[in-house]
Structure formats: structure tokens, C-alpha cells
């Protein structure tokens, strides 16, 4: 059962290119929700897609933006890169409308490393 | 506004021993909390739950017990072991957020022999 994929595994980017990446959710799932972790800290929450529409949003600019497939794979854009950009992109996928456990809630993948130079 | 605090950025403990890994929150409104294990070039794994109408919850080594009076919670691990050397992360969900967590710092637990 192939878990949360994500690519590329690393890359480098300069201030003021554009970026995408890529996610493919757990097998079963159907939404797909990311988190931005940067050097030191916890993830943040930018935002969770599901039936391919933005649900949630954290404080996150516009320069953030997202897309859900139909096949639920979803890409994360970042435009005009700062240099506080770069951190560690995590994607994390669920299923609606199951019952909460904890343990259902999130499976993340292992993650996208942004550095911006 | 850090509503999820994990004060103590790093824990090191001898195999066999007790490992406490801190937790302090703010937003009362908070119904699950959340424990997640984070090995380097992976992604973070969950570890334990416990709802916000419960005490205590226990899974193996693994126990977490929360306070809601004082806005804290910690995990237990016992016995600690070499392979538990991680990055601790404490969750929480607010009610109806759906997948939305807000994670703390990171407790960075090494387990030496």
C-alpha cells in the first residue's frame, strides 16, 4: 500500500522564480492537506484541498496556491520566492468523513526541501 | 501567537529510563491532541492520540496524559529505547478544523546506551 509520494525530494530555486510541487495522497484518500516546516520549527498548516476546491487556509499570502486532481494528486505553487521561503514542503493526506482517531487524521509524506538563494 | 509550545528543544535519556516530553497550549477550544515522531528525511508519523474529555491514553510504551486545568500535556515513553532517538512533535486539532494541526517546536529526544 504505497503511502503520500512526493517530488522532487530537493531543489534549489533563486528569489523571484516560481516553484511547484507534487503530491500523490495515500491510496483511499481523497484530500490532500500541506504544511510548511521551516529550520527549527513545527509544520505549518497553508492549506487542505478536497473534491478538488481549497477548503481550509492558513496564514499563508497569496503567492501561495494549490491544485487538487480529479485523481486527488494535488500540486503546491509558491510564486515571487523570498528567502524565507525556503523549508521543508510537507504533504499530508486523509479521508473525509471518517470517524476522528488520532491516528487517521494525517499520513504525511516524507517531503519537498525548498532552499531559495 | 504560538498556541502549541514545546519549551524544551532537546532530551537526553539512558536506555531502560523514563523519557517526558513536555506540551503547553492556549486555545481551549483544542479537542484532539496529537503526538507525532519525525525521523530525519521522513515525514512525521503519528505516535499516539488523546481526546480532550480524556485523562490518559496508553499504547504500549507509550502513554500520554493531559491536563486540561493547567493547558498541558506530556508523553511518557517506558522503556526508552535506542530506536525512539527522534524529533517529537505535540499536535492539536480545533473543533470541526478537520485536518488542520498546530504543531510545536519539536522536542529532539536521543536515547543513549
Known amino acids: 500500500d504505497a503511502g503520500v509520494t512526493q517530488s522532487p525530494t530537493h531543489l534549489i530555486k533563486t528569489r523571484g522564480q516560481q516553484v511547484t510541487l507534487r503530491c500523490s495522497p495515500k491510496s483511499g484518500h481523497d484530500t490532500v492537506s500541506w504544511y510548511q516546516q521551516a529550520l527549527g520549527q513545527g509544520p505549518q498548516f497553508i492549506f487542505q484541498?478536497?473534491?478538488?476546491?481549497?477548503?481550509q487556509r492558513g496564514n499563508f499570502p497569496d503567492r501561495f496556491s494549490g491544485h487538487q486532481f480529479p485523481n486527488y494528486s494535488s500540486e503546491l505553487n509558491v510564486n515571487a520566492l523570498l528567502l524565507g521561503d525556503s523549508a521543508l514542503y510537507l504533504c499530508?493526506?486523509?479521508?473525509?468523513?471518517?470517524?476522528?482517531?488520532?491516528?487517521?487524521?494525517?499520513?504525511f509524506g516524507a517531503g519537498s526541501r525548498l532552499t531559495v538563494l | 501567537d504560538q498556541q502549541v509550545k514545546q519549551n524544551s528543544p532537546s532530551l537526553s535519556v539512558q536506555e531502560g529510563r523514563i523519557s517526558i516530553l513536555n506540551c503547553d497550549y492556549t486555545?481551549?477550544?483544542?479537542?484532539?491532541f496529537l503526538w507525532y515522531k519525525k525521523y530525519p528525511a521522513e515525514g512525521p508519523t503519528f505516535l499516539i492520540s488523546?481526546?480532550?474529555?480524556?485523562d490518559k491514553n496508553e499504547d504500549g510504551r507509550f502513554t500520554v496524559f493531559l491536563n486540561k486545568s493547567a493547558k498541558h500535556l506530556s508523553l511518557h515513553i517506558v522503556p526508552s529505547q535506542p530506536g525512539d532517538s527522534a524529533v517529537y512533535f505535540c499536535?492539536?486539532?480545533?473543533?470541526?478544523?478537520?485536518?488542520?494541526?498546530?504543531f510545536g517546536t519539536g522536542t529532539r529526544l536521543q536515547v543513549t546506551l
Open positions: 488523546i481526546s480532550s474529555i480524556k
Open positions: 484541498y478536497y473534491e478538488e476546491e481549497e477548503r
Open positions: 486555545n481551549s477550544m483544542f479537542d484532539y
Open positions: 499536535a492539536s486539532r480545533g473543533t470541526g478544523t478537520a485536518s488542520k494541526l498546530t
Open positions: 499530508a493526506s486523509s479521508l473525509v468523513g471518517q470517524r476522528f482517531t488520532g491516528a487517521n487524521v494525517l499520513t
